[in-house]
């Protein structure tokens, strides 16, 4: 499958997989506000996540199905990104990742069914998208939403880290 390398199609996805023993080693030092219930969680799912088929970063061919029996944290990132992107790859402390991309017809294929926003780069304008990490589960089924948290200036309520948000949710999904 040959590779665009227009700005469009650099919209990649992420699919990080299994990370339930790093995930629940760290869990221990989670710094989760004790009073975390009223926190913002991400939003709840179960539905069953879409599939897909891409391509990594080295040349072979992945599938959602692939995972299937594993946990995945699934993000999508704008390789070219220097706002939101980097700021969700920093909290994702994961070893075992694989960075995918595709024609711009798979790629709108995949955004689609994850509900992410594309606006394509105009002149002078980056490409602009949705942000955010889907956490499915062993079942292949979307668990949670979790838009990348950030600390506002001045906020009055604590926001969890999305690391912190993640080993939660996983620990969870493994108990």
Known sequence: MKLI??????L?????VPIVG???AAYARSSLSPDSDSTYQGKALDDPAAGFQLTDQAGKTVSLADFRGKIVVLTFMESQCKE?????????????????TGTPQTLEAA????DILVQPATAGQDLVHSSGVYLI?????????ISTPLEAVGAIQWIPALCDLLIKHIHELVN
């Open 5 to 10: 390398n227009s700005r469009w199609s650099r």
């Open 12 to 16: 990649v996805l992420w699919a990080l």
């Open 22 to 24: 790093l995930t629940l």
């Open 84 to 100: 939101i992107c980097p700021l969700t790859a920093a909290q994702l402390r994961i070893p075992s990742w694989h960075f995918l």
């Open 111 to 114: 955004w689609k069914s994850y």
């Open 137 to 145: 589960d062993q079942n292949g089924r979307k668990r949670w939403y």
